[in-house]
């Protein structure tokens, strides 16, 4: 049995409807009118013990308010989820038991108290064994490197380590799923490097089941084996990386440095662009195999080096994103 | 594990937190209790300054006044110690902040009163205490076993009645994002209007009053205590069941905030 | 003068970005009033006269000081605290209208969005609480006007102690508390016992409200314009001392 899944999960939102005109303020405030916004529309997934995926969608797509069901924090207008065999908003309290969660935007860690103290109250609340917890609090405070702030205020945290402070407090009960939503907003590159690297390890050495939302295709290329792709709350793809790129965008490319400016003519591969003696060619693989495209172009060609480009996961989803709207 | 038993023992734990956070504004929690307790001072010298002159305000005298002032406190104070961050509650909605409190084990309520301790409601606790102390010596009452455990049901009751009353209007804020000003105009009337014989206010007043229902609080337990019922025109069997009304207020109002928190829209980011 | 007016008119819409809780709160003045009147009637129990003041005199006091202490219920203070721990006052500095006028025309701009508010509660408190006409009409604008200004020291000094502490915390929240019953907003000073009319006869908050309504009601003239005056020139005084003092602490310290 799949430890989530969620079938055919709607999330309607209802706002009052604005008044425009005169005491548009007055009347809306009245007015009983309300409309619906549908954000989540018939979602369907399963996500099986220790899969590592990745939940993408522009802004607005629908991807907290899915998480946010899974969660417990908000109730389905229609469909089914589980998680770990609870019902997460029928069951919050046992649900919690199962779930990490850490959302980039805003910590769950107390405000007013040294970081190690949050950590601690987070280990009497989820009922911790002592010798347990301090096993796992000298461990993530090695991962997390965490030592020189555990005694600082939270709210005296930089981003990053706030951050790896949440993760810790999300972790440190050990449960079986982890909601990561967008956890690294915001953070430098070596923070974010930290970041991937610890979620990696959770996901390798404890086989944790992840599930992250986020909008820098570097940690869904650095982390994910799957993905789910979601807009106007639909799912758009579920599978590999790999497999979208195959199918989303089967054309390479092949930068060429010349000696001297020249046109460039191969059978099977397209002249993209073409400067100060460089030219970009798009082929493809399937039909032009690289090492022949590129033995043509040195025995016709001043060249001077070629390079293969990988095909780049934001360019592909920005394409699939662009042909929908 | 989400028994009762466990609910008081994530209470204590997360108490100790809150309270470790507390300690950092120690100037503070003086102030604000002082400040607690001159603001309702100067709601009870009012009072005094009017009695100083009038004597009698339909046929209370300043310690039958006492008495009603101090009881309705006393109940201020005893709900507003444990509920007294309902105060943040839209704003934890409107922010979203509310979410944190639906991904741990423990009842959202219960977390939501636990996030921070505040010292001001201790301050209005306290002068309540003072002047219901300083009211049992004045009035004509014999204290005696039974009239004592009447005077503890009904502090009980009227804080029940308060607190109920403010869960429910704050749940409003999980569909429209907004309770303060109604809450807070409710407060007032309980503020205003409960420490005053509802008698004063005329056949419509306490008609309103009784709905609202500001004379269950301390008015109708005081005239039962001070032996003349007055039921603010209700049957007086009423007015000696008044502390009952707390229970009732306060599940129906526990209701309604579990029927709410289905519709929570975690609006914000 | 163009850009006095200009400097108003954003501070109004700034006020008016909070016309629901303003509205919401002429509710409380209203709930004091309805309250403070069936106690005044009350206490009265059919007397006609206590003192030599009438009932009517007295729901006429109450109607007219609770208008008055809704006009000095004012947002400067907590404006003031706010730009100066934001550090936001540096940029009001450098505007081209001195700061301590720039409060001013604040103060006097919530007065232009709260005396329509004003005019919706009038009838209301006439209707449940009675009105008798003004002995001095003249005599009591000028009042108003006085002991407004007078208030708008008061809140200034206050504000002022944000200059080095930053923060003034409970003290605001203090401060209406105690004013309340200092400015006779709740019990006018006549019906106060002795000594303790005497106090506040010495402190400057009846200056406020009570001054203006007693001469309302004919209960004062000259006499009470008089210490008007004087408080005003020594609060006024002090106003700017305190200030200039406040505004050399943000030059030298960078706020």
Redesign the interface.
Known sequence: MPLIEARGLVKDFHRPRRRTGRFAGLRTLVSRERETVRAVDGVSFSIESGELVGYLGPNGAGKSTTIKMLTGILTPTAGEVTVAGVVPWRKRQDNARNIGVVFGQRSQLWWDLPLVESLRLVGKLYRMPRTRYEENLAKFVELLDMRPFLDTPVRQLSLGQRMRGDLAAAMIYEPAVLYLDEPTVGLDVIAKERIRKFVADLSSTSGTTVLLTTHDMDDVEALCERLILIDHGKVLYDGTPAALKDSYAPQRELVVQLASPCEVTVAGARTVESGEGVVRLSFDPAETPAAALISELFGNYPVTDVSLQETDLEDVIKKIYAGRS | ??GVRWQLR?AL??L??AV???V?YRA?IV??MI?GA??NG?GF??IW??????E???GWDIGDMALLYGMRLVAHGLWLVPFNQLDWFSDHVRE??F??Y???????LLQLLTTRIQF?PFGDLISGLVVLGAAMSAVDVDWGPLTVAYLVFALIGGALIEGGIQLALSSIAFRTLKAD?VK??VD??FN??GN?PA????TA?QLVLSVIPVVFVAYLPASVLLGRVDAAGLPAVVAWLSPLAGVVVATASYLVWRRML?????S?? | MTEHLAFMRTRISEVLTYRFELLFQLINPLLQLLLLAAVWRAVYAGKSDVDGVSVSTMTTYVTLSTLHTLLMHDQIVHWVEQRVRSGAVGIDLVRPIPLLRQQILSQASQVAVKVPMMAVVFPVAVVTTGLVAPAAPGLYALSTLLGWLINCCVLLLIAAVAFWTLELGGMTFLYYVVSQFLSGALVPLWFMPGWLRTAVEWLPLQATVFTPVAIYLGKDGWGGIGVQAMWLVLLGAAVVLVWRRALHRVVVQGG
Do not use: N
């Not at chain 2, 639906?102 to 959202?108: K, N």
């Open positions: 594990m989400t994530a734990i997360l100790g937190g470790r956070g507390a950092q503070d102030f604000t400040a001159l603001y100067a010298a009012t300054v009017v009695l100083d002159r009038f009698v305000i339909a979203g902040s979410d944190r639906l991904v741990r084990p423990a009842s959202p001001s000003q807070l105009t007032s009337v205003l209007f005053y008698r004063i206010f005329g007043g289905l519709g929570y829209q975690s914000g980011t």
